[in-house]
T-cell receptor, first 113, second 111 residues
Framework: EDQVTQSPEALRLQEGESSSLNCSYT??????LFWYRQDPGKGPEFLFT???AGEEKEKERLKATLTKKESFLHITAPKPEDSATYLC??????????????FGKGTLLTVNP | DAGVTQSPTHLIKTRGQQVTLRCSPKSGHDTVSWYQQALGQGPQFIFQYYEEEERQRGNFPDRFSGHQFPNYSSELNVNALLLGDSALYLC??????????FGPGTRLTVL
């Protein structure tokens, strides 16, 4: 069964203070690893898909990286508007999980001005 | 270009009732998945529809059923509602093999 563990559960940063969020996963063959941002009471907003170890993707202040066991979401010089819950999800290759996403519980990021 | 839309936004039901939630996928997408998100948790996969057939199902009881229409829109039906069914219900659409895009969700409260 696919599993995703995100850490920390909550992270509080000062504006401009860079940090990283961790997503550890176990899956029998990785089809893709996804990062989403979710604001309170709203649906997740797609950020990145990573497919293979060593891959990196960037968008504004966010950079996602992938190894065979974990992914990191690096936040450079964050602003208060980056405050949200960041969700990580995996999609496996095996027949029982090749269409669904398995999510972690998320990391609640708060950026103080 | 409209993204994924869901209706209604909020819904209040009592135990034992039945509910129908609706979803219109992003333009060009042919696959619809439904997820349940409890407070403080990540979304849990309910099922996925493609070509009007249920293609994969998560660990949810038969009280949860769905349908996909020829225009790719979808419905989620939940029968015999329980207090534990209170959650945010998310619809996600994708093009086969692509990343899922989520709608704003329907907040269901069961009293």
């Amino acid at each position: 069964e696919d599993q995703v563990t995100q850490s920390p559960e909550a992270l509080r940063l000062q504006e401009g203070e860079s940090s990283s969020l961790n997503c550890s996963y176990t899956v029998s063959g990785l089809r893709g690893l996804f990062w989403y941002r979710q604001d309170p009471g709203k649906g997740p907003e797609f950020l990145f898909t990573l497919y293979s170890a060593g891959e990196e993707k960037e968008k504004e202040r966010l950079k996602a990286t992938l190894t065979k066991k974990e992914s990191f979401l690096h936040i450079t010089a964050p602003k208060p508007e980056d405050s949200a819950t960041y969700l990580c999800a995996v999609q496996g290759l095996s027949g029982g999980s090749n269409y669904k996403l398995t999510f972690g519980k998320g990391t609640l990021l708060t950026v103080n001005p | 270009d409209a993204g994924v839309t869901q209706s209604p936004t909020h819904l209040i039901k009592t135990r034992g009732q039945q509910v129908t939630l609706r979803c219109s996928p992003k333009s060009g997408h042919d696959t619809v998945s439904w997820y349940q998100q409890a407070l403080g948790q990540g979304p849990q996969f309910i099922f996925q529809y493609y070509e009007e057939e249920e293609r994969q199902r998560g660990n949810f009881p038969d009280r949860f059923s769905g349908h996909q229409f020829p225009n790719y829109s979808s419905e989620l039906n939940v029968n015999a509602l329980l207090l534990g069914d209170s959650a945010l219900y998310l619809c996600a659409s994708s093009l086969t093999g692509g990343a899922p895009f989520f709608g704003p969700g329907t907040r269901l409260t069961v009293l």
